[in-house]
C-alpha cells in the first residue's frame, strides 16, 4: 500500500524511515511548528566524547525493547597520559626552587639526611620527597631575658628564675640580658631540634643561662655580688655559658651578657637600702680623709725639707762669718803685736768714726777761731742722714745678724778705744 495511503496499518513511516511526527530536519511535524533541541541528547552526546577521550565505556543498542550491549572504548588516549605526565613533572620540578634570604643558610636535607648548606639567592633541590629546606638566620642578632620579661608596658619579674642564692646563704634577686647568635646551624639543627630551631634555640640559651648563673651567684656573696661585683659576674657567666652550649655542640655563640640589675628581695630590700647607704658613706669618708692625707702630707713634708734647708744655710753662714771674723781678728792681733800704739790709735780712730757717724753731735775746734759761728746744723744733718741711710740700714741688718758673732771682738775694740781714749785725754 502506498505511504501517503490512509488505513495502511498505522505504521505512518515515511519511506527515509523517519517517524510521522518529525521531519527530516530534526523539528516536530503535525502542524508544522518548530521545537527546541533534545537536552538529554546533548548531555549523552558530551558524556560519549569525553568516556572515548579517557577509555570510558560507551553504549549502543538496537530500537525498540530489545536487550543492549555494552562494549569497552579503547582505553585513554596515549597523547592524553603523556601530556598530563608532563604537567605533573613540570609542577612537580617546579616547586623545588626556593629562595635564601640574606643573613640566612639553607640546609638541605636528602632522604633526612644532611645534604649541603646553600647562601642567599635563589636555589633549587629535588622536591619532596626527596630533598628538604630548613631555613636558619645565622646574622640576626637574638635577645634572652633571664629572671624578668619585657612585655612592652613595664618590665614583669619571674621569680624562679630570679631569685638565687649567694655563697653567705642570703638570697638575691639577679636579672641578666643574654644577646646570641647562630654560628653553626648544622649543630643548631641536628643536635637540638629539628622542629622549629629558632624557638628551641631560644630555650636552650636561657635554660644554660639560668644555671651558669646560679653556679656564678653561689660562689660569691651577696654585697660582692650587689656592688662592686657585677662586672665580674657578668664575664663569668658569659664563659660559662659559652662552655655549656659548646659542650653539647649547640652552634650558638654568645655575644654579650649584661646583669640588668642585681638587689636583694622586695621583703628586704630597706634595710640592705641602709645597709648599702652606710657603705657608700663608709667608702666616701675614706675617700676624704685620703684625699686630706695626700695634700697634708707633702705639703708638711715641704715645709719640713725647707725649714732644714734654711737652717743648714743659716749654719753655714754663721760659721763662715765667725770663721772670717776670727781671721780677722788675728790678723789685727798680728798686727797690734808689730806697732801697738800705732794699731791702738786706728782703732780708736775707726770706732769712733762709726760712733759719730750714727750722731748728731757735731765737734767745733774752737781754738784760734772765731766764737760765733753760723751753720745750717739741721740741714747738715738730714743731708748727712740721707746718704748715710742706704748704707746704714744694710750694715745694721748685717750687724743683727752677726751680734753673737762680733760680741768678742767688739768688746775688745770697746776696751781698746778705752785705753786710747784715756792715753789721748792724758
Avoid: C
Amino acid at each position: 500500500m502506498p505511504w501517503n495511503q490512509p488505513g495502511s496499518g498505522g505504521d505512518d513511516r515515511d519511506p527515509w524511515g523517519q517517524n510521522d511526527g518529525q521531519n527530516g530536519n530534526g523539528r516536530k511535524g503535525g502542524g508544522g511548528r518548530d521545537g527546541p533541541p533534545d537536552i538529554d541528547e546533548v548531555l549523552r552526546d558530551a558524556k560519549k566524547r569525553i568516556d572515548s577521550l579517557f577509555g570510558g565505556r560507551r553504549g549502543g543498542g538496537s530500537g525498540g525493547g530489545g536487550s543492549g550491549r555494552e562494549r569497552r572504548g579503547d582505553g585513554p588516549s596515549s597523547t592524553a597520559i603523556g601530556l598530563l605526565v608532563v604537567i605533573g613533572l613540570g609542577v612537580w620540578i617546579f616547586s623545588g626552587f626556593y629562595t635564601v634570604d640574606q643573613g640566612e643558610q639553607a640546609i638541605e636535607l636528602r632522604f633526612g639526611a644532611f645534604a649541603e648548606t646553600k647562601d642567599a639567592g635563589l636555589r633549587w633541590h629535588w622536591p619532596t620527597p626527596i630533598e628538604s629546606v630548613e631555613k636558619i638566620n645565622t646574622q640576626n642578632v637574638n635577645t634572652v631575658e633571664v629572671g624578668y620579661r619585657d612585655t612592652g608596658r613595664g618590665i614583669q619579674t619571674v621569680p624562679r628564675e630570679a631569685l638565687m642564692l649567694t655563697q653567705d646563704e642570703n638570697i638575691i634577686d639577679v636579672r641578666f640580658a643574654v644577646q646570641y647568635d647562630i654560628k653553626e646551624p648544622t649543630d643548631l639543627l641536628f643536635h637540638v631540634s629539628e622542629y622549629d630551631p629558632q624557638d628551641i634555640a631560644e630555650s636552650v640559651v636561657r635554660g644554660a643561662t639560668e644555671s651558669a648563673v646560679r653556679e656564678v651567684v653561689g660562689r660569691n656573696s651577696m654585697d660582692f655580688a650587689i656592688t662592686e661585683g657585677r662586672a665580674q659576674l657578668a664575664a663569668e657567666t658569659k664563659t660559662l655559658v659559652q662552655e655549656i652550649l659548646d659542650r653539647y655542640d649547640t652552634g650558638i655563640n654568645i655575644r654579650s651578657v649584661e646583669m640588668q640589675n642585681a638587689q636583694p628581695p622586695e621583703q628586704v630590700k630597706d634595710a640592705f637600702d641602709d645597709v648599702v647607704k652606710a657603705r657608700e658613706d663608709e667608702v666616701r669618708l675614706k675617700s676624704l680623709a685620703q684625699a686630706y692625707e695626700n695634700d697634708i702630707i707633702p705639703r708638711t713634708r715641704g715645709f719640713a725639707a725647707r725649714i732644714l734647708q734654711e737652717a743648714e744655710a743659716y749654719k753655714a753662714s754663721v760659721t763662715a762669718r765667725a770663721e772670717g771674723e776670727s781671721e780677722r781678728f788675728n790678723k789685727v792681733l798680728t798686727e797690734y803685736s808689730k806697732a801697738p800704739e800705732i794699731t791702738r790709735d786706728r782703732l780708736y780712730l775707726e770706732t769712733m768714726e762709726e760712733v759719730l757717724s750714727r750722731s748728731s753731735k757735731i765737734v767745733i775746734d774752737q781754738q784760734g777761731g772765731n766764737s760765733l759761728m753760723y751753720l745750717p746744723l739741721d740741714q747738715l744733718i738730714n743731708r748727712r742722714g740721707d746718704s748715710l741711710s742706704a748704707g746704714t740700714e744694710s750694715e745694721l741688718s748685717g750687724s743683727s745678724n752677726n751680734s753673737v758673732a762680733n760680741r768678742s771682738s767688739s768688746g775688745a775694740l770697746r776696751s781698746s778705744s778705752r785705753t786710747v781714749d784715756r792715753s789721748g785725754r792724758n
